[in-house]
Protein backbone atom coordinates (compact mmCIF):
# COMPACT_ATOMS: atom_id res chain seq x y z
CA UNK A 1 0.00 0.00 0.00
CA UNK A 2 1.72 3.47 -1.06
CA UNK A 3 1.92 6.45 1.03
CA UNK A 4 -0.85 8.19 -0.35
CA UNK A 5 -3.26 5.23 -0.01
CA UNK A 6 -2.07 4.78 3.77
CA UNK A 7 -3.19 8.29 4.86
CA UNK A 8 -6.85 8.14 2.95
CA UNK A 9 -7.24 5.04 5.14
CA UNK A 10 -6.32 6.59 8.28
CA UNK A 11 -8.63 9.37 7.39
CA UNK A 12 -11.07 7.09 6.48
CA UNK A 13 -10.67 5.15 9.75
CA UNK A 14 -10.52 8.46 12.03
CA UNK A 15 -13.82 9.78 10.43
CA UNK A 16 -15.65 6.44 10.85
CA UNK A 17 -17.73 6.41 13.44
CA UNK A 18 -17.80 9.62 14.12
CA UNK A 19 -21.76 9.95 13.45
CA UNK A 20 -23.75 6.87 13.17
CA UNK A 21 -25.36 7.16 9.93
CA UNK A 22 -27.84 4.16 11.05
CA UNK A 23 -28.65 5.79 14.35
CA UNK A 24 -29.09 9.24 12.67
CA UNK A 25 -31.67 7.80 9.84
CA UNK A 26 -33.46 6.13 13.00
CA UNK A 27 -33.70 9.45 14.85
CA UNK A 28 -34.93 11.07 11.19
CA UNK A 29 -37.45 8.48 10.70
CA UNK A 30 -38.78 8.47 14.46
CA UNK A 31 -38.99 12.31 13.95
CA UNK A 32 -41.23 11.95 10.89
CA UNK A 33 -43.67 9.74 12.58
CA UNK A 34 -43.45 11.99 15.47
CA UNK A 35 -44.36 14.64 12.92
CA UNK A 36 -47.57 13.10 11.29
CA UNK A 37 -49.00 12.30 14.19
CA UNK A 38 -49.11 16.21 14.97
CA UNK A 39 -50.32 16.66 11.60
CA UNK A 40 -53.05 14.06 11.34
CA UNK A 41 -54.93 16.33 13.92
CA UNK A 42 -55.28 19.13 11.06
CA UNK A 43 -55.09 16.70 7.70
CA UNK A 44 -56.16 13.10 7.73
CA UNK A 45 -54.55 13.01 4.16
CA UNK A 46 -56.13 10.30 1.43
CA UNK A 47 -59.03 8.82 3.42
CA UNK A 48 -61.21 5.84 2.04
CA UNK A 49 -64.32 6.29 0.37
CA UNK A 50 -66.66 3.29 -0.43
CA UNK A 51 -66.80 2.85 -4.25
CA UNK A 52 -63.21 3.78 -4.58
CA UNK A 53 -60.15 1.64 -5.17
CA UNK A 54 -58.29 1.63 -1.64
CA UNK A 55 -54.77 2.49 -2.12
CA UNK A 56 -52.07 0.58 -0.48
CA UNK A 57 -48.44 0.98 -0.11
CA UNK A 58 -46.23 -2.36 -0.59
CA UNK A 59 -43.08 -1.71 1.56
CA UNK A 60 -39.80 -3.73 0.82
CA UNK A 61 -37.04 -5.17 -0.81
CA UNK A 62 -37.96 -5.10 -4.44
CA UNK A 63 -35.44 -3.77 -7.43
CA UNK A 64 -32.20 -5.44 -6.02
CA UNK A 65 -32.83 -8.63 -8.60
CA UNK A 66 -33.51 -11.01 -5.11
CA UNK A 67 -35.21 -13.81 -6.35
CA UNK A 68 -37.43 -14.72 -3.07
CA UNK A 69 -37.98 -11.00 -2.35
CA UNK A 70 -39.40 -10.78 -5.39
CA UNK A 71 -41.52 -14.01 -5.68
CA UNK A 72 -42.94 -13.42 -2.48
CA UNK A 73 -44.61 -9.75 -3.54
CA UNK A 74 -45.49 -10.88 -6.67
CA UNK A 75 -47.62 -14.03 -5.26
CA UNK A 76 -49.13 -10.80 -2.26
CA UNK A 77 -50.13 -9.30 -5.06
CA UNK A 78 -52.01 -11.84 -6.36
CA UNK A 79 -53.58 -12.96 -3.41
CA UNK A 80 -54.21 -9.48 -2.52
CA UNK A 81 -55.96 -9.23 -5.84
CA UNK A 82 -57.63 -12.16 -5.54
CA UNK A 83 -59.51 -11.35 -2.21
CA UNK A 84 -60.62 -7.56 -2.89
CA UNK A 85 -61.16 -7.95 -6.61
CA UNK A 86 -58.98 -5.94 -9.02
CA UNK A 87 -61.68 -3.40 -8.81
CA UNK A 88 -61.61 -2.63 -5.74
CA UNK A 89 -57.79 -1.97 -5.11
CA UNK A 90 -55.10 0.04 -6.74
CA UNK A 91 -51.46 -1.00 -5.32
CA UNK A 92 -48.25 0.84 -5.53
CA UNK A 93 -44.97 -0.04 -4.13
CA UNK A 94 -41.56 0.99 -3.70
CA UNK A 95 -38.08 -0.04 -5.73
CA UNK A 96 -34.39 0.28 -4.52
CA UNK A 97 -33.93 0.33 -8.69
CA UNK A 98 -36.67 1.18 -10.99
CA UNK A 99 -34.43 -1.32 -13.79
CA UNK A 100 -33.95 -4.17 -11.91
CA UNK A 101 -37.60 -4.59 -11.23
CA UNK A 102 -38.81 -3.55 -14.82
CA UNK A 103 -41.38 -6.35 -16.14
CA UNK A 104 -41.99 -7.51 -12.59
CA UNK A 105 -45.68 -6.59 -10.43
CA UNK A 106 -47.31 -5.84 -13.80
CA UNK A 107 -50.68 -4.27 -12.17
CA UNK A 108 -48.70 -2.57 -9.66
CA UNK A 109 -47.08 0.81 -9.86
CA UNK A 110 -43.30 1.21 -8.82
CA UNK A 111 -42.17 4.02 -7.19
CA UNK A 112 -38.64 4.93 -6.71
CA UNK A 113 -37.38 4.77 -3.29
CA UNK A 114 -34.70 7.62 -2.72
CA UNK A 115 -31.14 6.72 -0.61
CA UNK A 116 -32.33 9.07 1.86
CA UNK A 117 -36.26 7.92 2.52
CA UNK A 118 -37.77 9.81 5.59
CA UNK A 119 -39.20 12.81 3.34
CA UNK A 120 -40.01 10.59 0.86
CA UNK A 121 -42.33 8.26 3.03
CA UNK A 122 -43.54 10.76 4.90
CA UNK A 123 -45.14 12.38 1.62
CA UNK A 124 -46.03 8.90 0.28
CA UNK A 125 -47.87 7.28 3.03
CA UNK A 126 -50.11 10.36 3.44
CA UNK A 127 -51.72 9.86 0.11
CA UNK A 128 -52.68 6.06 0.35
CA UNK A 129 -55.09 4.36 2.92
CA UNK A 130 -52.62 2.46 4.37
CA UNK A 131 -49.00 -0.11 4.28
CA UNK A 132 -47.91 -3.73 3.76
CA UNK A 133 -44.38 -4.17 4.84
CA UNK A 134 -44.11 -6.93 2.86
CA UNK A 135 -40.20 -7.97 2.80
CA UNK A 136 -39.48 -11.28 4.70
CA UNK A 137 -36.75 -9.89 7.10
CA UNK A 138 -38.63 -7.39 8.56
CA UNK A 139 -37.58 -6.67 11.95
CA UNK A 140 -33.87 -7.25 11.98
CA UNK A 141 -30.61 -5.95 11.64
CA UNK A 142 -28.69 -8.66 10.26
CA UNK A 143 -28.80 -7.34 6.93
CA UNK A 144 -29.19 -3.97 7.24
CA UNK A 145 -30.70 -1.48 9.85
CA UNK A 146 -31.57 0.67 7.26
CA UNK A 147 -34.09 -1.88 5.10
CA UNK A 148 -35.81 -2.18 8.38
CA UNK A 149 -36.15 1.50 9.55
CA UNK A 150 -37.77 1.74 6.05
CA UNK A 151 -40.38 -0.35 6.77
CA UNK A 152 -40.83 0.12 10.31
CA UNK A 153 -41.19 3.54 9.23
CA UNK A 154 -43.69 3.29 6.59
CA UNK A 155 -46.26 1.07 9.29
CA UNK A 156 -45.65 3.87 11.94
CA UNK A 157 -46.77 6.36 9.27
CA UNK A 158 -49.89 4.93 8.29
CA UNK A 159 -50.54 3.85 12.43
CA UNK A 160 -49.97 7.71 12.94
CA UNK A 161 -52.61 8.84 10.40
CA UNK A 162 -55.29 5.76 11.49
CA UNK A 163 -54.58 3.73 8.58
CA UNK A 164 -53.80 0.56 7.86
CA UNK A 165 -50.64 -0.73 8.87
CA UNK A 166 -49.81 -4.32 8.14
CA UNK A 167 -46.60 -6.47 8.10
CA UNK A 168 -47.37 -9.61 6.24
CA UNK A 169 -45.59 -12.80 6.54
CA UNK A 170 -42.10 -11.32 7.94
CA UNK A 171 -39.96 -12.36 9.88
CA UNK A 172 -38.33 -11.03 13.08
CA UNK A 173 -34.90 -11.49 14.67
CA UNK A 174 -32.14 -9.95 16.85
CA UNK A 175 -32.03 -6.22 16.60
CA UNK A 176 -29.70 -3.61 17.48
CA UNK A 177 -30.47 -1.60 20.07
CA UNK A 178 -32.34 1.17 18.00
CA UNK A 179 -34.16 -0.50 15.70
CA UNK A 180 -35.58 -2.57 18.33
CA UNK A 181 -36.69 0.80 20.15
CA UNK A 182 -38.29 1.88 17.07
CA UNK A 183 -40.16 -0.91 16.91
CA UNK A 184 -41.40 -0.89 19.94
CA UNK A 185 -42.51 2.43 19.67
CA UNK A 186 -44.23 2.75 16.55
CA UNK A 187 -45.03 -0.63 15.89
CA UNK A 188 -47.74 -1.62 18.58
CA UNK A 189 -50.68 -0.31 16.42
CA UNK A 190 -49.66 -2.25 13.47
CA UNK A 191 -50.91 -5.04 12.22
CA UNK A 192 -48.69 -7.96 11.87
CA UNK A 193 -48.78 -11.61 10.69
CA UNK A 194 -45.31 -13.04 11.05
CA UNK A 195 -43.81 -15.61 9.29
CA UNK A 196 -43.04 -18.38 11.99
CA UNK A 197 -43.74 -18.82 15.95
CA UNK A 198 -40.15 -17.90 16.71
CA UNK A 199 -40.87 -14.36 15.04
CA UNK A 200 -44.18 -13.97 17.46
CA UNK A 201 -42.05 -14.85 20.37
CA UNK A 202 -39.50 -11.83 19.23
CA UNK A 203 -42.00 -9.62 19.15
CA UNK A 204 -44.15 -10.61 21.94
CA UNK A 205 -41.16 -9.42 24.29
CA UNK A 206 -41.38 -6.49 22.68
CA UNK A 207 -44.92 -6.01 22.95
CA UNK A 208 -46.11 -6.45 19.67
CA UNK A 209 -49.08 -8.39 18.94
CA UNK A 210 -49.16 -10.80 16.10
CA UNK A 211 -50.83 -13.41 14.14
CA UNK A 212 -49.60 -16.76 13.29
CA UNK A 213 -48.48 -16.45 9.32
CA UNK A 214 -46.02 -18.42 6.97
CA UNK A 215 -44.09 -17.01 3.79
CA UNK A 216 -45.45 -16.25 0.38
CA UNK A 217 -43.69 -18.14 -1.99
CA UNK A 218 -45.78 -21.16 -2.24
CA UNK A 219 -48.27 -20.35 -4.81
CA UNK A 220 -45.45 -19.02 -7.44
CA UNK A 221 -45.96 -20.17 -11.03
CA UNK A 222 -42.67 -20.18 -12.52
CA UNK A 223 -41.83 -20.83 -16.41
CA UNK A 224 -42.64 -24.34 -17.89
CA UNK A 225 -40.75 -27.06 -16.35
CA UNK A 226 -39.29 -26.95 -20.53
CA UNK A 227 -37.57 -23.65 -20.23
CA UNK A 228 -35.46 -24.83 -17.07
CA UNK A 229 -34.47 -28.15 -19.08
CA UNK A 230 -33.25 -25.74 -21.74
CA UNK A 231 -31.28 -23.48 -19.92
CA UNK A 232 -29.91 -26.63 -18.23
CA UNK A 233 -29.53 -28.82 -21.70
CA UNK A 234 -27.81 -25.60 -22.91
CA UNK A 235 -25.01 -25.80 -20.09
CA UNK A 236 -24.22 -29.07 -21.11
CA UNK A 237 -26.51 -31.30 -19.14
CA UNK A 238 -27.45 -34.36 -20.79
CA UNK A 239 -31.15 -34.73 -19.66
CA UNK A 240 -30.82 -38.24 -17.37
CA UNK A 241 -28.13 -36.93 -14.93
CA UNK A 242 -29.25 -35.85 -11.40
CA UNK A 243 -28.92 -32.11 -11.21
CA UNK A 244 -27.76 -31.36 -7.86
CA UNK A 245 -28.38 -27.48 -7.64
CA UNK A 246 -25.95 -25.76 -4.97
CA UNK A 247 -27.47 -21.72 -3.97
CA UNK A 248 -24.12 -20.35 -1.85
CA UNK A 249 -23.58 -16.66 -0.35
CA UNK A 250 -21.42 -14.78 1.46
CA UNK A 251 -22.94 -15.47 5.09
CA UNK A 252 -20.29 -13.46 6.98
CA UNK A 253 -19.95 -9.75 5.12
CA UNK A 254 -23.10 -9.14 6.62
CA UNK A 255 -24.90 -6.36 8.05
CA UNK A 256 -24.17 -3.70 5.62
CA UNK A 257 -23.42 -0.36 7.34
CA UNK A 258 -23.12 2.92 6.44
CA UNK A 259 -19.75 5.00 6.23
CA UNK A 260 -20.52 8.58 4.71
CA UNK A 261 -16.62 9.28 5.00
CA UNK A 262 -15.59 6.48 2.87
CA UNK A 263 -18.51 6.94 0.41
CA UNK A 264 -17.51 10.13 -0.27
CA UNK A 265 -14.08 9.34 -0.61
CA UNK A 266 -15.15 6.31 -3.09
CA UNK A 267 -17.59 8.29 -5.30
CA UNK A 268 -14.30 10.61 -5.32
CA UNK A 269 -12.06 7.84 -7.03
CA UNK A 270 -9.92 8.43 -3.65
CA UNK A 271 -10.22 4.52 -2.62
CA UNK A 272 -10.61 1.45 -4.20
CA UNK A 273 -13.32 -1.25 -2.10
CA UNK A 274 -14.41 -4.43 -2.75
CA UNK A 275 -16.78 -4.29 0.06
CA UNK A 276 -18.64 -1.62 -1.49
CA UNK A 277 -22.46 -2.50 -1.41
CA UNK A 278 -24.41 0.44 -2.59
CA UNK A 279 -24.22 4.41 -1.80
CA UNK A 280 -22.84 4.91 1.35
CA UNK A 281 -23.13 0.83 2.64
CA UNK A 282 -20.34 -1.24 3.05
CA UNK A 283 -20.04 -5.11 3.54
CA UNK A 284 -18.52 -6.17 6.63
CA UNK A 285 -14.67 -6.95 5.14
CA UNK A 286 -11.95 -8.28 6.65
CA UNK A 287 -9.20 -11.03 6.38
CA UNK A 288 -11.11 -13.28 9.14
CA UNK A 289 -14.52 -12.50 7.00
CA UNK A 290 -12.64 -13.44 4.08
CA UNK A 291 -10.80 -16.67 5.43
CA UNK A 292 -14.07 -17.45 6.71
CA UNK A 293 -15.97 -17.64 3.34
CA UNK A 294 -12.89 -19.59 2.12
CA UNK A 295 -13.34 -22.11 4.32
CA UNK A 296 -17.46 -22.10 3.88
CA UNK A 297 -16.95 -22.55 0.03
CA UNK A 298 -14.31 -25.50 0.87
CA UNK A 299 -16.41 -27.27 2.51
CA UNK A 300 -18.71 -27.31 0.21
CA UNK A 301 -16.55 -28.42 -2.64
CA UNK A 302 -15.31 -30.65 -0.67
CA UNK A 303 -18.58 -32.32 -0.05
CA UNK A 304 -19.85 -32.56 -3.33
CA UNK A 305 -16.74 -33.94 -4.73
CA UNK A 306 -16.90 -36.75 -2.43
CA UNK A 307 -20.15 -37.45 -3.25
CA UNK A 308 -19.96 -36.59 -6.67
CA UNK A 309 -17.05 -39.64 -7.36
CA UNK A 310 -19.67 -42.09 -5.44
CA UNK A 311 -22.86 -40.64 -7.43
CA UNK A 312 -22.44 -39.58 -10.83
CA UNK A 313 -24.18 -35.81 -10.40
CA UNK A 314 -24.49 -32.89 -12.83
CA UNK A 315 -23.62 -29.59 -10.65
CA UNK A 316 -25.12 -25.91 -11.50
CA UNK A 317 -24.57 -22.97 -8.76
CA UNK A 318 -27.26 -21.14 -8.32
CA UNK A 319 -27.29 -17.08 -7.24
CA UNK A 320 -30.68 -16.38 -6.03
CA UNK A 321 -29.65 -12.70 -5.77
CA UNK A 322 -27.20 -11.00 -8.09
CA UNK A 323 -24.57 -10.58 -5.06
CA UNK A 324 -24.72 -14.13 -4.93
CA UNK A 325 -22.66 -13.92 -8.04
CA UNK A 326 -19.50 -13.64 -6.25
CA UNK A 327 -20.16 -16.59 -4.36
CA UNK A 328 -20.97 -18.89 -6.97
CA UNK A 329 -17.58 -17.97 -8.88
CA UNK A 330 -15.40 -18.50 -5.86
CA UNK A 331 -17.45 -21.87 -5.39
CA UNK A 332 -16.64 -22.60 -9.08
CA UNK A 333 -12.57 -21.42 -8.52
CA UNK A 334 -12.73 -24.07 -5.79
CA UNK A 335 -14.05 -27.14 -7.66
CA UNK A 336 -11.58 -26.18 -10.13
CA UNK A 337 -14.10 -26.83 -13.34
CA UNK A 338 -16.44 -24.98 -15.02
CA UNK A 339 -19.59 -25.66 -12.75
CA UNK A 340 -22.81 -23.57 -14.70
CA UNK A 341 -23.97 -20.41 -13.22
CA UNK A 342 -27.70 -19.40 -12.86
CA UNK A 343 -27.47 -16.47 -11.50
CA UNK A 344 -30.22 -13.38 -11.16
CA UNK A 345 -28.80 -10.81 -12.53
CA UNK A 346 -28.99 -12.72 -16.00
CA UNK A 347 -32.23 -14.42 -15.13
CA UNK A 348 -35.79 -13.09 -14.05
CA UNK A 349 -37.36 -15.03 -11.20
CA UNK A 350 -39.53 -17.32 -13.34
CA UNK A 351 -36.55 -18.63 -15.21
CA UNK A 352 -34.92 -19.24 -12.23
CA UNK A 353 -37.09 -21.15 -10.22
CA UNK A 354 -37.75 -23.42 -13.58
CA UNK A 355 -34.44 -24.35 -13.45
CA UNK A 356 -33.68 -25.13 -9.54
CA UNK A 357 -36.99 -27.10 -10.40
CA UNK A 358 -35.70 -29.22 -12.36
CA UNK A 359 -32.97 -30.48 -9.56
CA UNK A 360 -32.87 -33.56 -8.15
CA UNK A 361 -31.42 -32.58 -4.86
CA UNK A 362 -30.05 -29.16 -3.54
CA UNK A 363 -28.02 -27.75 -0.68
CA UNK A 364 -28.70 -23.59 -0.08
CA UNK A 365 -27.74 -21.37 1.66
CA UNK A 366 -30.64 -19.25 0.45
CA UNK A 367 -33.85 -19.79 2.27
CA UNK A 368 -35.83 -18.89 -0.64
CA UNK A 369 -34.21 -21.01 -3.08
CA UNK A 370 -35.32 -24.11 -0.50
CA UNK A 371 -38.95 -22.79 -0.47
CA UNK A 372 -39.44 -22.19 -4.06
CA UNK A 373 -37.94 -25.45 -4.59
CA UNK A 374 -40.16 -27.54 -2.09
CA UNK A 375 -43.40 -27.23 -4.69
CA UNK A 376 -41.62 -29.23 -7.40
CA UNK A 377 -40.55 -31.45 -4.52
CA UNK A 378 -36.60 -31.18 -4.47
CA UNK A 379 -35.35 -33.17 -1.90
CA UNK A 380 -33.14 -29.61 -0.14
CA UNK A 381 -31.05 -29.05 3.19
CA UNK A 382 -29.44 -25.90 4.25
CA UNK A 383 -26.71 -23.96 5.37
CA UNK A 384 -27.79 -21.02 7.16
CA UNK A 385 -26.33 -17.95 8.45
CA UNK A 386 -29.41 -17.70 10.87
CA UNK A 387 -33.01 -18.42 11.81
CA UNK A 388 -34.67 -18.68 8.60
CA UNK A 389 -33.48 -21.65 6.81
CA UNK A 390 -33.46 -23.46 10.82
CA UNK A 391 -36.90 -22.61 11.16
CA UNK A 392 -38.01 -24.01 8.06
CA UNK A 393 -36.22 -26.98 8.45
CA UNK A 394 -37.68 -27.58 11.88
CA UNK A 395 -41.28 -26.52 10.33
CA UNK A 396 -40.83 -29.60 7.74
CA UNK A 397 -39.84 -32.08 10.19
CA UNK A 398 -35.92 -32.20 9.29
CA UNK A 399 -34.26 -29.75 11.61
CA UNK A 400 -30.94 -32.05 11.25
CA UNK A 401 -30.76 -31.05 7.59
CA UNK A 402 -30.08 -27.34 8.56
CA UNK A 403 -26.78 -26.64 9.08
CA UNK A 404 -24.14 -24.13 10.39
CA UNK A 405 -22.09 -21.95 7.66
CA UNK A 406 -19.37 -21.71 10.73
CA UNK A 407 -19.42 -25.41 11.51
CA UNK A 408 -16.08 -26.92 11.68
CA UNK A 409 -17.07 -30.10 10.54
CA UNK A 410 -19.21 -28.65 7.91
CA UNK A 411 -17.64 -30.59 5.08
CA UNK A 412 -18.62 -33.91 6.49
CA UNK A 413 -22.23 -32.73 7.36
CA UNK A 414 -22.80 -31.26 4.14
CA UNK A 415 -21.58 -34.76 2.47
CA UNK A 416 -23.68 -36.78 5.00
CA UNK A 417 -26.46 -34.55 4.09
CA UNK A 418 -25.98 -35.11 0.62
CA UNK A 419 -26.18 -38.67 1.08
CA UNK A 420 -29.29 -38.50 3.04
CA UNK A 421 -31.17 -36.44 0.26
CA UNK A 422 -30.13 -39.44 -2.45
CA UNK A 423 -31.14 -42.39 -0.12
CA UNK A 424 -34.45 -41.13 1.49
CA UNK A 425 -35.56 -38.97 -1.24
CA UNK A 426 -38.74 -40.06 -1.55
CA UNK A 427 -39.33 -40.00 2.45
CA UNK A 428 -38.12 -36.26 1.73
CA UNK A 429 -40.23 -35.26 -1.11
CA UNK A 430 -43.34 -36.85 0.95
CA UNK A 431 -42.87 -35.01 3.66
CA UNK A 432 -41.96 -31.95 1.50
CA UNK A 433 -45.44 -31.94 -0.24
CA UNK A 434 -47.02 -31.75 3.12
CA UNK A 435 -45.23 -29.15 4.44
CA UNK A 436 -46.10 -27.18 1.23
CA UNK A 437 -49.62 -28.09 1.60
CA UNK A 438 -49.53 -27.26 5.65
CA UNK A 439 -48.30 -23.77 4.46
CA UNK A 440 -51.16 -23.01 1.96
CA UNK A 441 -53.43 -23.54 4.23
CA UNK A 442 -51.59 -21.02 6.19
CA UNK A 443 -51.24 -18.40 3.83
CA UNK A 444 -54.86 -19.04 3.28
CA UNK A 445 -55.83 -18.29 7.48
CA UNK A 446 -53.70 -14.98 6.93
CA UNK A 447 -55.88 -13.70 3.41
CA UNK A 448 -58.27 -14.74 6.62
CA UNK A 449 -56.82 -12.47 9.07
CA UNK A 450 -56.27 -9.67 6.30
CA UNK A 451 -59.97 -9.60 5.22
CA UNK A 452 -61.27 -8.99 8.99
CA UNK A 453 -58.59 -6.42 9.48
CA UNK A 454 -59.14 -4.63 6.66
CA UNK A 455 -63.40 -4.88 7.57
CA UNK A 456 -62.58 -3.52 10.87
CA UNK A 457 -61.56 -0.47 9.39
CA UNK A 458 -63.50 -0.38 6.66
CA UNK A 459 -66.95 -2.55 6.62
CA UNK A 460 -68.28 -0.83 3.91
CA UNK A 461 -65.23 -2.97 1.93
CA UNK A 462 -66.94 -4.71 -1.00
CA UNK A 463 -65.62 -8.35 0.15
CA UNK A 464 -67.18 -11.40 -1.40
CA UNK A 465 -69.43 -13.44 0.40
CA UNK A 466 -67.69 -16.46 2.72
CA UNK A 467 -64.33 -14.20 3.03
CA UNK A 468 -63.08 -13.29 6.18
CA UNK A 469 -62.66 -15.43 9.25
CA UNK A 470 -65.01 -18.23 9.44
CA UNK A 471 -64.73 -18.85 5.84
CA UNK A 472 -62.65 -21.39 4.22
CA UNK A 473 -58.87 -21.31 4.33
CA UNK A 474 -58.27 -22.44 0.78
CA UNK A 475 -60.76 -19.85 -0.85
CA UNK A 476 -58.41 -17.07 0.66
CA UNK A 477 -55.53 -18.43 -1.32
CA UNK A 478 -54.83 -17.41 -5.64
CA UNK A 479 -55.28 -19.42 -8.08
CA UNK A 480 -53.21 -22.41 -7.48
CA UNK A 481 -50.52 -23.16 -10.62
CA UNK A 482 -50.84 -26.96 -11.88
CA UNK A 483 -48.28 -28.14 -9.71
CA UNK A 484 -49.16 -26.79 -6.43
CA UNK A 485 -52.79 -27.97 -7.06
CA UNK A 486 -51.86 -31.31 -7.62
CA UNK A 487 -49.63 -31.18 -4.10
CA UNK A 488 -52.94 -29.80 -2.43
CA UNK A 489 -55.25 -32.91 -3.67
CA UNK A 490 -52.82 -35.27 -2.46
CA UNK A 491 -51.91 -34.15 0.40
CA UNK A 492 -52.94 -33.82 4.00
CA UNK A 493 -51.79 -30.60 6.18
CA UNK A 494 -49.63 -32.22 8.87
CA UNK A 495 -46.45 -30.73 8.86
CA UNK A 496 -44.59 -30.28 11.87
CA UNK A 497 -45.25 -27.62 13.87
CA UNK A 498 -48.89 -26.53 11.68
CA UNK A 499 -51.34 -24.31 13.14
CA UNK A 500 -54.67 -25.71 14.63
Known amino acids: ????????????????????????LMTTMAGFIELALSRYALDRGAVWRPGEPLRMLLAGYSGTRNTGADVRVEEMIRQFRHLFGDENLDLSMLTIDPELSRGYFRTVKQLHLPQIYPRFLFDTVHEVHGVIACEGSMFKSKFANALSTMMVGALGLAAAEGKLAIGYGGEAG???????????????????????????????????????????????????????????????????????????????????????????????????????????????????????????????????????????????????????????????????????????????????????RCASMMVSSRYHAIVTSMPGLVPSAGITMDERIRNLMADRGTPELALEVDDPELADRTYEALRRLDREADALRDGIGRCVVTNLERMGRMGMELVEHVRSHHPEMPFRAGLGLGGDPWAHVPPLPPTVERLAHGYEPVCAGAAE
Open 174 to 356: KMDPGLEELVRRYCGEAFIIARNEESREVLGRLGIESRAGTDTAWTFEPAPRDTGEALLRRAGWDGRTPVLALCPINPFWWPVRPDAMRGALLSMGAIADDAHYSSIYFHADSKEIRDEQKAYLGAIADAVRRFGAERPVFPILVGMEQLDRRACEGLREILGYDVPLFVSDEHDMYEMVSVI
Open 1 to 24: MGLASRLVKKAVDAARGAVDADRL
